[in-house]
Nanobody, 121 residues
Framework: QVQLVESGGGLVQAGGSLRLSCAAS????????MGWYRQAPGKQRELVAS???????NYADSVKGRFTISRDNAKKTVYLSMNSLKPEDTAVYYC???????????????WGQGTLVTVSS
């Protein structure tokens, strides 16, 4: 089965940096847009950043200039480099990958299980 394995979350002080990774595994034929979402306590999940298979990026206004999304297609991995972290960045971060499996002709979204990022003030 297709799985997204996330890593890199943790506790960091305000102004610090973290790098999240999300690696897709399984019978994956190809991948499309990859993205990172986050969900803070009591809030809905929101898009943080996305990157297309053509390396076109999109960022939420709240993270522009601080976060950078990138991908390694050979490794089927998407990264989120987070700098100048703020307490309001505290959330569970989820990766999302648009993919096609080796046994299907259609693309669909697959979610990771989330990794907690806590930014202390």
């Amino acid at each position: 089965q297709v799985q997204l394995v996330e890593s890199g979350g943790g506790l960091v002080q305000a102004g610090g940096s973290l790098r999240l990774s999300c690696a897709a595994s399984g019978s994956i034929f190809s991948t499309g847009t990859m993205g990172w979402y986050r969900q803070a306590p009591g809030k809905q999940r929101e898009l943080v950043a996305s990157i297309t298979d053509g390396d076109i990026t999109n960022y939420a206004d709240s993270v522009k200039g601080r976060f950078t999304i990138s991908r390694d297609n050979a490794k089927k991995t998407v990264y989120l480099s987070m700098n100048s972290l703020k307490p309001e960045d505290t959330a569970v971060y989820y990766c999302n990958v648009v993919l096609r499996t080796s046994y299907s002709s259609s693309y669909y979204n697959t979610w990771g299980q989330g990794t907690l990022v806590t930014v202390s003030s």
